[in-house]
């Protein structure tokens, strides 16, 4: 007698997916096709359908001789189907390997989407392993590949449905945040995609308002299916964490859209960035970047990331003694300590000529550089760039940007709550180097020269620090922001409080500043008008269909570009004491006889 139920151990199917039964339903055919499916790969049998159309399902083992079978029927007047008939019982081996025809893409898409919508970085290697250890069943590489593409297209949309859905995106941004800039702009007669540019008018404001004039620029290749390349100018908070500022996607790099985005930076700010101090701009100096600074922001100090121009000095030298000294030349306040290194250079390699050519001293050299870098010298944009391009290679452009504000988001608020957590005057970092310069201030001897002017004195030199116009002899106070041990010894002199004349951009009002803005949600897409709507999107209207750029992706693996993770590490900062000038040591632990 045939069992007319069927028991499914596979612990992974539902309490109802366990259980085969004659009048048990089903919501569609779809759903029942599905879970005979799952059954058959659970049990290791092959399902064999003998029919399949819209008021009907049969299937068999595919077996012969097997008499397992069930046929499903539409129930009348609903749209539910039912099992009219069960044989349960299977008098057949079964697959006897670990290959299955049921477990098709479909089937593994099925399979990984919830581990997918929690880890889109699920990896097809372990997509493969997992269903093996979990299922029994051995499936390729390409399958697993296609089965989490295909997941994450039922996840987040398709690439193509991610361009065509920018018009809509952009106007939501600029409806809900009230100020922010969104625009997309296509090209060609097919209406691809050339660019793309989004900030957030509380990053602006923020900018604008707390943070210090500088700017960082860098730019990441993506590794999604049409490619492209992101592009990003961040700021830098009080607390020396990066701030991005604006973000644009462009088809491909070029001096074009260099000059583009730079462009679009100058309109964002307008008439803002004359109320400013100069800006400081640092990057790697590419020949695009160079020319669209020179044009938009023609009054900028464009300096070199520190980063970028010591490997260059490291791989061109390959010299331990050399770089060491160039660390010294760095790091040297003043012109003449910096020409007193360079010459122990030459005198070790007259090759280091053309380099100083190459890149010249005025771009990076703290003796030399121009703008006020407040002791920031390299970018830190370019680690954040990078694994944007890493966590969203395989979202479509709108959902990767939708990605990118979640994390806005979430810094914003984390960072506002630990600036309402704090009370001191000073952010965290600061109040350090100021415990730091205040412990070095009390190896001096103070001389009055009047109200605001002072002589530091030491064994070795003497200082002048003027502290109504924050001017040490030094340099230290005016290129840092924050009074060195000089000025310190002077302040503590006249019983000032020395955290009162460290920078505005330095105090715990301006972070609390830069993140007192919201950004705002954004309704779920589902809600948002579609192209062909009418009403005009920054740079492309509502109506128009945005298709991919014509890039793509070639075959194979893609080529990783392997980034150090000390590259990203910022310069530790030689510390010279300044009573025996040697290295290493500041002058409060200096054991030289005084």
Known sequence: MADHSLIVPDASLSLVERTLAIGQEFPDVETCRRTLKDIAISLHFDLRIV????????????????????????????STFSIRTLHGEHTCEGV????????????????????????PQYKPKEILQDIRDQHGVAVSYMQAWRGKERSMAALHG????????????????????????????ATGPENCFHRLFISYRASVYGFINACRPLLELDRAHLKGKYLGTILCAAAVDADNALFPLAIGIVDVESDE???????????????????MPRLTILSERQRGIVEAVETHFPSAFHGFCLRYVSENFRDTFKNTKLVNIFWNAVYALTTVEFETKISEMVEISQDVIPWFQQ???QLWAIAYFEGVRYGHFTIGVTELLYNWALE?????????????????????????????????ILVPSTEKQILEAVADARCYQVLRANEVEFEIVSTERTNIVDIRNRICSCRRWQLYGLPCAHAAAALLSCGQNVHLFAEPCFTVASYRETYSQMINPIPDKSQWKEPGE????????????????????????????????????RPKRVVQCGRCHLLGHSQKKCTAPI
């Not at 399949?52 to 129930?75: L, N, Q, T």
């Not at 670990?98 to 919830?114: D, F, I, K, P, T």
């Not at 509502?542 to 150090?564: A, E, Q």
């Open 51 to 78: 029919k399949s159309d819209r008021s009907r399902f049969i299937a068999k083992c595919s077996k012969e001789g097997c008499p397992w079978r069930v046929h499903v029927a539409k129930c009348p007047g609903v």
């Open 96 to 119: 006897q390997n670990l290959h299955h025809q049921q477990a098709s893409v479909g089937w593994v898409a099925r399979s990984v989407e919830a581990r997918i919508r929690d880890n």
């Open 158 to 185: 398709t690439f193509e449905e991610g361009y065509r859905l920018l018009p809509s995106y952009c106007e939501q941004i600029r409806k809900t945040n009230p100020g922010s800039i969104a625009s997309v702009f």
């Open 257 to 275: 859209n260099w000059m583009w985005f730079m462009s679009e930076l100058r309109k964002l700010l307008g008439v803002n960035t004359d109320n």
């Open 359 to 361: 890149f010249p001293p």
């Open 392 to 424: 969203c290679h395989e979202l479509p452009i709108a959902q990767m940007m939708e990605h990118i504000r979640h994390l806005l988001v979430s810094w914003f608020n984390e960072r506002r709550d630990m600036g309402m957590r704090l009370t001191s």
């Open 534 to 569: 009418g009403a005009e999107g920054g740079g492309a209207k509502l109506d128009m269909t945005i298709r991919p750029p014509k890039t793509r992706r070639p075959p194979g693996r893609p080529k990783k570009k392997v980034l150090r993770v000390e590259n990203f590490k």
